[in-house]
């Protein structure tokens, strides 16, 4: 499913060069569910970044879904994004003055089929909020607004969804609702890879891969 | 990104963030108020001008003969009661068929204060003896009856014509067709009314020339004055652009005709309606010119201003763009995306700015005694600005938020 191969990330050049990710290689199978845990500046966002398409290695190689992304433009990485990566973030990042609905039909804004129509309100039911569809996200609490972002990010049938600390802004009681969700939808076979320090959160997944300086220090089979 | 989606998309930003949008685009509201306002003033002069000239002139695309030059009229003040006796109706015709660019030729004798009495109803009215031509050439509309005819004319008849005031005045039951009139003590039929003008109407005093009656030219010569000079002619242009130099052609014939020599005074005085309305708007056209200038600069201005708030805004909407290029939209996507809503906003301005400057025009003539008038084109121009501005203004600030990598849109802390 995903296959990093020596994979180098450096930020600037001269004496501001920074080295976020040192030559790491690793690979994640389809339906597996993995964290990538490490201290902060240990380079987990800029390891999500690549693996999600909105930033390319400096070196290496990063095998998405048996395709290289090596020489892929930036249309096509964006389509790509559309295709086959849901996102989850931190914040939410749900579009302001945009409702719940809106919200989770954004993505087929720039898919080349338009949405099948009731296919956004099931989506919002999957995730229990049918009720808040013409709700704005300032309207929603935390819980509501992430459960809206995973509506969002599953909306294209994704093969990879990707997590930035999905449980970082919400209560113990909200974060475990969606982590249960995600359990629910690995256990459909989905892919899941979630960045975070939490390591409550990190031991839910089936394994881990933790990084420091840039590097994978430990990869385990977790404790699941 | 579909154009529906992209339309739907920002519409839905403008729409749900109203008062930042208003703010954006104060600038570009205020720079087509003032082009517009400014526009409709100069146009309300010309036009109110023009009526005014319309109702007292009858046509403004003519130049008038006037009997009466400077000399004479110097004369009148000294001396008293002075007429001049040199323009005549052989004038009317000379200059019919010597002088180019004229398409006809009127020539009226007029006695204001002429004693009338009819209906058992006596006073006094404006007496015009006038050739057929006269009325159809000022455009005078018939109410009832008939004009004064060439039949009338060449058989010197004892026919009048009466102007909507006289013929309220003396037949206020409005059956004055067929009925007799006394004319400066001569019997005359009635034999059509004239209806009152819609700008007399409004115009009063000044335009008003309702208390007026028509008879015959050869009429009013030979039976009631026995003179062979008319007071005025009235030469309508083929075309008004050439209005000069058949005004400087005119002049030469009749002063060769009246024999004037070189140095002495004119014995008429020609009067030119689109010169003097001309030169009425020519007054206030410099500060007006320096107005829409003004008003340009503020467009000018508004589509900086709405840049700069563009260019904040992408700053301000980095996460926006980072998700929405998360979600799979291109760099031509948030390029488009920014760049509609700039127009977007542009545009709407431009069309408040048009809608305040058409309520302007009608609420500012209720408080201040002005006319405005706003030609659509000029409205349609102003709007058309706006959404050159927007154009402009949102290129940049689209740009700017399209370049800008997704991985660090993202990673910007709200």
Redesign the interface.
């Known amino acids: 499913m995903i296959e990093m191969k020596n994979v180098t990330k450096v930020f600037g050049s001269g004496e501001k060069r920074v080295v976020a990710i040192d030559n790491v290689s690793c690979s994640i199978d389809a339906g597996e569910s993995v964290a990538v845990v490490g201290p902060s500046g240990s380079g987990k966002?800029t390891i999500l970044?690549i693996l999600?398409c909105?930033?390319k290695p400096t070196e290496g190689q990063y095998v998405l879904d048996g395709a290289s992304t090596e020489r892929l433009n930036?249309?096509q990485l964006?389509?790509l994004?559309?295709?086959k990566i849901g996102?989850v973030?931190q914040?939410f990042?749900l579009?302001?003055?945009?409702t719940a609905l809106?919200n989770v039909q954004?993505?087929f804004?720039?898919?080349k089929n338009?949405i099948a129509s009731g296919r956004a309100e099931a989506m919002l039911d999957r995730v229990g909020l049918a009720h808040r569809r013409d709700h704005f996200p300032n309207e929603l609490s935390g819980g509501e607004q992430q459960r809206v972002g995973i509506a969002?990010a599953l909306i294209?049938d994704p093969q990879l969804l990707l997590a930035d600390e999905p449980t970082g802004n919400l209560d113990a009681a909200s974060g475990g609702e969606v982590l249960d969700l995600f359990k629910e939808l690995n256990a459909q076979g989905l892919t899941i890879i979630v960045v975070t320090h939490d390591k409550n959160v990190a031991a839910r997944a089936q394994r881990s891969i933790e990084l420091s300086d840039g590097r994978i220090v430990n990869a385990n089979g977790g404790n699941s | 990104?579909?154009w529906s989606?992209t339309w739907n998309?920002t519409t839905?930003?403008v729409r749900?963030?109203p008062i930042r949008s208003l703010l954006m685009g104060s600038g570009l509201i205020l720079g087509v108020l003032v082009v517009s306002i400014t526009t409709a003033s100069g146009e309300g002069v010309r036009r109110e001008m023009a009526s005014m000239w319309k109702s007292m002139a009858g046509s403004i695309d003519a130049i008038f003969v006037q009997a009466g030059g400077p000399a004479q009229r110097g004369g009148q003040m000294a001396h008293g009661e002075t007429v001049t006796t040199t323009l005549t109706i052989e004038d009317a015709l000379a200059i019919g068929q010597q002088v180019p660019n004229v398409s006809a030729v009127a020539a009226a004798l007029m006695s204001p204060g002429t004693p009338i009495e009819a209906n058992g109803r006596s006073g006094t009215a404006f007496l015009l003896g006038v050739t057929p031509s006269w009325a159809s050439l000022r455009g005078d509309p018939i109410a009832a009856g008939r004009d004064i005819r060439e039949a009338d004319n060449a058989a010197m008849e004892r026919v009048v014509v009466l102007g909507s005031d006289a013929a309220s005045e003396y037949f206020p039951d409005g059956n004055a067709v067929g009925q007799q009139v006394r004319v400066a003590g001569a019997t005359f039929e009635v034999v059509g009314v004239h209806a009152s003008l819609v700008e007399e109407e409004s115009g009063g005093g000044m335009g008003s020339m309702g208390g007026y009656i028509h008879i015959p030219l050869q009429t009013a010569l030979r039976r009631v004055y026995n003179q062979d000079y008319v007071s005025t002619l009235m030469v309508q242009l083929e075309n008004t652009k050439e209005e000069e130099t058949t005004a400087v052609a005119l002049s030469e014939l009749l002063r060769q005709r009246h024999a004037i020599q070189e140095g002495e005074y004119d014995d008429f005085q020609l009067t030119r309606p689109r010169a003097a309305i001309a030169q009425a708007t020519s007054i206030n056209a410099g500060i007006r010119r320096m107005i829409i200038w003004i008003g340009v600069v503020a467009l000018v201005i508004g589509g900086i201003v709405v840049a700069n708030l563009m260019f904040a805004a992408t700053s301000d909407r980095q996460?926006?763009i980072?998700?929405?290029?998360?979600?799979?939209?291109?760099?031509?996507?948030v390029l488009q995306q920014f760049w509609v809503e700039t127009v977007l906003v542009a545009c709407t301005a431009g069309l408040l700015g048009v809608a305040l400057s058409y309520l302007a025009v009608i609420v500012v003539p209720m408080v201040w005694d002005t006319t405005l008038y706003l030609p659509w084109w000029v409205a349609f121009g102003a709007f058309a600005a706006t959404a050159l501005v927007g154009l402009i203004a949102g290129l940049f600030p689209a740009r700017r938020a399209a370049a800008m990598?997704?991985?660090v849109a993202?990673?910007v802390d709200?």
């Open positions: 966002t970044q999600g909105l930033d930036d249309d964006s389509l994004r559309n295709a996102f973030f914040g990042n579009l302001p003055r945009t809106e954004a993505p804004l720039y898919a338009p969002r294209r | 990104m579909r989606d998309v839905r930003t749900r963030a996460t926006e980072g998700t929405r290029r998360a979600l799979g939209a291109t760099k031509g996507d990598p997704p991985a993202l990673s709200e």
